[in-house]
Structure formats: structure tokens, C-alpha cells
């Protein structure tokens, strides 16, 4: 069938909006009919090359829709069904998933490469294979993905602001939640108030969380945090120790999670000093391929028994959490409406990163 989708052709290039062809789903697969997609910074990083994907590929890993064909072997999900999709697939059979550890599939090894599970594409183009983006390419009319990569949701729950549950809100959610383990009481800190940033403040509000200290720039997004939670904000993490030590007598955070746009070595110093005794310091922000190196008081790691810990998807497991999360939104508790601050079309998809990188967005949303 034809589909129209942005495709990227090669690094530091624009997304191209075309007509392309994308095959029937396959065994364990189901072909969906988007509703919207999330404009997600990964994405962006997969024109910077921070993310080296393969090109071409067809880029989106944040939607929601309906499920138009599943293919030989799935069972659990079929036509009509409204789905999540979910950026990292999920077996249900692996060591990781049996521990209740989704997030780490031995599937999701396959996210980066291009082709589907079975090293095949689905997406053709200008006489070439397509790659979709984490399995997905939701940035499509219609794409054909892994029937571990979905999510059933109730058909009452706006696909709209359901498809942001496939990866910000969730991720941003979890980094407080699950990877920071944000319980009632804390002080919490976060670095970077963007589509991930604004959920890992809506996480420490619902966790229970004292205080909430969000830090950006901009100050857009410093006036937004605030509707989401955030009990204070500062330009800078230099500019928000003082507010943190003052707030909390001298004992400082619980919990700091790093959600800016690019992880820097350079963060991880001035993060690691905004929290206290057994503070945790949750990196979810994407670094730098070729960044290895960090530096910080090993001393003070110890001898405060800090803690540095990584985070993907936000330690979620998705098909456990994505419908947590929406029964959070039915009742009230979880911001879904509020993440959208603007709305596009397929076509205006360069536009909808170049309002990113510019600062003017929460979250972008192609709506379908």
C-alpha cells in the first residue's frame, strides 16, 4: 500500500514529506492507522547523528492509533483495537521481561538498526529500503510495527493525547517514579523542562513530593513547569543551589533527574552537588556518542553514598504503565491536554522541531 511519511535521507538534512510503500504486516506484526505522533527530541538526534540510526529511515517513535490488520501469530491484538505504541518492544519472554524489566527487552538491541525483527523493512522509497525509527516510523499514515510494541488502550482515551504516553510522558514519569524513586516528602530537582523534563515534574507532584525545583533557560518553559507542579524554578543549577539549600536546611535533594536536550559530561558535577546524602541523580537525557568521560568528587560519591543512575524509558514497563498512566489522566491527576502547545500537520514537521529547538514548545504534536 502507499503511505505518505517523512523520511531522513542522511544526517543534517531536512525530514522529506513523500509518498513511499509500506508492505503488510508479517507474522507477530499489525499494520495501524496513526492518529498523531509526538514530536520528540530523539528524533532530533537522529539528524544531529547523536542517535547513529542507519539512514534512510522514517523517523517518529511517539503514537497512537487504530489497528487496521494483524498478521499470523498475534492473539491478543486485532483490527478495530486502539493502540499506544510503545518505542521499545517488549517480549513478555526474556530474562529482563520476566523480571518485570520491559524497558531492557532483549528486543529492543533491534530499536537502532533499521529493519524489523526479522531484518526485513516494511517501508520501500526511491528504489531503497526504509528503516523505521525504534521499530515504529510514526511519523506515517499508516506503519507496520511488532505486536510487542503496542500498547491496548480503552477506546474512550483520546488517541491524541494518549499517543504522548509512548514516549515522553512515560519516560519523564518513570525518571522520578521509578528510576529516582520519588516517594512523599522529597525534594526533588529537575534539569530541563522539555517533553520529558515537564512529565518527570508531573511524576514527583503525583509521588508526593515536597518540593520541586525545575531549571531551564527559558523562560517559557519555567512559567510552564509551574502549572505542572514545580514549586520553584532557576536559570541554572548554580542558580538553584542556593534555593535548594535554603529550602531544605542545608540537606538538599532526594532526587535530581537530567532531562535536557543532550546529556553533558559537564552536568553530572553540579547535579551530583544539588542532592544530599543518598541523593540520586537520574540521567534520562541522551549524551553524546563520542562523550565518555565525567568528572566529580569521588570522595563525596562515597562518602555521602550519592548515587548516579541511568534511565531508559524511565525503568517503565510499558505495558504495565502506559494503561497506569491513563487511568492517572481519566482521574484528573495526570496533565495530558496541557503537554500539547501546538499542533501540525506531516508537512510542517520541520517546523515543528525548528519551534523545538527554538524553545516555543512543551510538546509538538502531528495530528493525522
Known sequence: MKTKAAVLWGQHEKWQVEEIDLDPPKAGEVL?????????????HLVTGDLPFPYPLVGGHEGAGVVEAAGPGVMDIAEGDHVVMTFLPACGRCSYCARGLGNLCDAGAAV?????????????????????????????????????????????????????????????????????EVRAGDAVVVVGVGGIGVNAIQGARIAGARLIVAIDPVEFKRTKALEFGATHTAASMDEAWNTVSELTRGQ?????????????GAHITPALSLVGKRGRVVVTAIGHPEETSITTSLIELTLYEKQLRGSLFGSSNGQHDVPRLLELYNAGLLKLDELITTEYSLEDVNQGYEDMRNGKNIRGLIRY
Do not use: W
Request: proline fraction near 3%; include cysteine.
Open 32 to 44: 495501524v492507522k496513526l492518529t498523531a505522533s509526538g514530536l520528540c527530541h530523539s528524533d532530533e
Open 252 to 264: 538538599l535533594a532526594d532526587v535530581c533527574v537530567i532531562t535536557t536536550d543532550v546529556a553533558e
Open 112 to 180: 537502532m538498526l533499521g529493519p524489523q525483527l526479522d531484518n526485513t523493512y516494511r517501508f520501500h522509497a526511491r528504489g531503497e529500503d526504509v528503516g523505521q525509527m525504534c521499530l515504529l516510523g510514526t511519523f506515517s499514515e499508516y506503519t507496520v510495527v511488532p505486536a510487542a510494541s503496542v500498547v491496548k488502550i480503552d477506546d474512550g482515551i483520546p488517541l491524541d493525547k494518549a499517543a504522548l504516553v509512548g514516549c515522553g510522558v512515560t519516560t519523564g514519569f518513570g525518571s522520578a517514579v521509578r528510576s529516582g
